[in-house]
């Protein structure tokens, strides 16, 4: 998103990267850790995902209600799905008029690899012909994820995990762990793999079967609303929590799948232009910084919630 907001800023417009927006005109924090108590100008701020807030133990670990207040104070709230916006307006007591809908998408780089390369990053990994793919952070045992489930779903295929681990993870039975690859060896990965499985069925977007897509490959994932939303009939769907019939979907996907949606990060730059806009337009006085006036944004790195 960094880079096709600089690709699409009008003249005279800045990107700043900082936790300190002292003098900027809007302040995006892209994660919700980022929101800021106090933000001396207009602030947006990007929601990704809000499964850990539905989870008790998870509210009283993070200490939400300073980031509720925190994201509450925000001028607009961009979430990439329709269904995550309801999640926002349930969960952080947000207006709907203040979220803002903006669809991810898959990065440049995530298309159809050519066979040598393929080849070369499954030897790279110790990879079989065939497999199936899942994508996604390893870190920590993540009841919503059904990874140690689907680990242990009877299946005839390989399945490899591809992810950020932790030695819990290497605990896991019958599984290849690829660890953290590259963009390009995941893009690889997608295109050798016979499908993507996606076992999570409370997500904010579900940009790894996007990914998958751009690159040719099968997605079948248990049905939820973002990934209803955003997919549709480009993937095929399973009952929430049946991990055996995902499988078995899995198992017997054919090619082609079909394309992607036809969104690129440069459609939702402009679109996330348009809201900071919006967001300048809703203050008493507009302020312009600089003698030469020019707009200055500035876009917040992953921090620690600060006032």
């Known amino acids: 998103m960094l880079q ?93 008029e203040q979220i803002e809908v903006i669809a991810q998408a898959p990065a440049a780089c995530m298309y159809p690899r050519s066979a040598r390369e393929i080849a070369q990053t499954r030897a790279r990994f110790a990879l079989p012909e065939r497999y199936l793919l899942w994508v996604g952070g390893l870190r920590h045992p993540d009841p919503d994820k059904h990874v140690a489930r689907l680990a242990a779903t009877p299946r005839e295929l390989p399945l490899v995990l591809v992810g950020q681990t932790s030695p819990w993870a290497h605990q896991l039975p019958d599984v290849i762990l690829t660890g953290h690859v590259s963009d390009d060896h995941l893009a690889a990965l997608y295109s050798g793999a016979h499908a993507l499985v996606v076992a999570c069925h409370d997500e904010g977007f579900g940009l790894p079967a996007v990914e998958a897509l751009a690159c040719g490959t099968p997605v079948v994932a248990c049905d939820a609303p973002a990934l209803r939303e955003v997919l549709d009939a480009r993937a095929t769907f399973v009952a929430p929590g049946d991990l055996g019939a995902l499988v078995a979907a899995a198992e017997a996907a054919q090619r082609p799948a079909p394309a992607p949606p036809p969104w690129s990060w440069q459609d939702a730059a402009r679109a996330t232009w348009r809201v900071y806009a919006r967001a300048l337009a809703q203050i008493d006085r507009p302020r312009t910084i600089g003698r030469r006036g020019r707009r200055r944004t500035a876009s917040a790195a992953e921090r620690a919630l600060s006032g």
């Open 4 to 96: 096709a907001l600089r690709e699409t800023a009008e003249a005279g417009a800045q990107i700043v990267e900082t936790t300190r927006p002292g003098r900027a005109d809007v302040f995006h924090a892209p994660w919700m850790s980022g929101a800021l108590l106090h933000s001396p100008c207009p602030m947006v701020v990007s929601l990704h995902d809000l499964t850990a807030l539905k989870r008790r133990s998870e509210l009283l670990r993070t200490g939400p209600r300073l980031r509720q207040l925190a994201v509450q104070r925000a001028v607009r709230v961009i979430v990439p799905t329709e269904a995550l916006a309801h999640d926002a307006v349930a969960q952080l007591d947000l207006e709907r």
